[in-house]
């Protein structure tokens, strides 16, 4: 439960997704449900009780979205780990049980059941009502980013316009948000990977040797689990980099810089959270493009 959630699951969209279904699901359910329970007041028919269940449902909907849009700025600035997310959830469970109870005890029937009856069955109901299409949303999440990782790695047995290239030499081959195959470059072609938004633009040489942009609306982190295994590294916030193109990397005052062996592209920096994690891979795979310190360079 400690382990880092996964970034796609506090999407805008998915969170969207996630809000949307589970208010359809509780619908269903609670029309299914209401003719077995007793404390339950929802009704269409009698005027009074049908602007009481809109008005719930109105203010109950409103705690799920403000709920959502917090959960999204929250991860924009820490991580959220699978006991933090399933904490949230359940808070909003219980936000909503709390309010159903207030309306039921003080407004809708103030001489009927105690309150504990009345919440504990609001409990109940409201867990399967939200929990299920919680769970049922981040299932399907999953599987469609599995499946994404699955269609990136898949790249050998890519179609491509390319001249044809040497037997057994690898390929990136990227697909955009929609699952639509874009872009199928060598890896011996490809120099970094840049994010703009929700986009990352491609940097990447011809069969000419003339360097090439490539825009696409897809997830930097999605290329960076789906090639994880190759040379490609993360560096930066902002970027991967094909650390075969990699001329040296040099330590400058303001930290570690990669110089790649083009000058059609200025010096990428390494943030902090990456520097550890690429100095090993250079200590381990290319130590001979270790510089030592210095303090000439102007940044680009």
Sequence with gaps: MGK????????????????????LFALIFLNIYIPFSDTAWFGLGNSQTFLFTAGFAFIAILILVLSRVLMYNAGKICEFTYAGYVLWC?????????????????IVRPDGSPWSVVFSGALL??????????????????????????????????????????????????FDNNGALRLSVRTSNLYFIESDDNYIKVWYADSNGEM?????????????????????????RKYIVNLDKVKILRKEKDGYWLVLDTDAIPPLAVSRTYTEAVLARFRK??????????????QP
């Design 212 to 236: 090439e942009t490539y825009m696409m609306r897809c997830r930097l982190k999605t290329v960076e689990q789906s090639f994880s295994s190759t040379s490609l590294a993360r560096c930066h």
């Design 90 to 106: 359940l808070a909003e469970v219980l936000a909503v049980c709390s309010f159903y109870t207030f309306v039921t005890i003080d």
């Design 125 to 174: 109901y409201c867990m399967i009502a939200l929990v299920i299409p919680y769970i049922i949303t981040g299932m399907y999440f999953t599987i469609m980013e599995k499946n994404k990782t699955i269609r990136l790695m898949n790249s050998r047995h890519v179609v491509s316009d390319d001249t044809a290239s040497p037997k057994g030499e690898d390929k990136v081959t990227l």
């Design 285 to 298: 795979e290319s130590p001979e493009k270790l510089t030592a310190f210095s303090s000439g360079r102007t």
């Design 4 to 23: 880092k959630l996964p970034s796609y699951l506090l999407e805008k969209n998915r969170l969207v997704g996630t809000v949307t279904f589970s208010v």
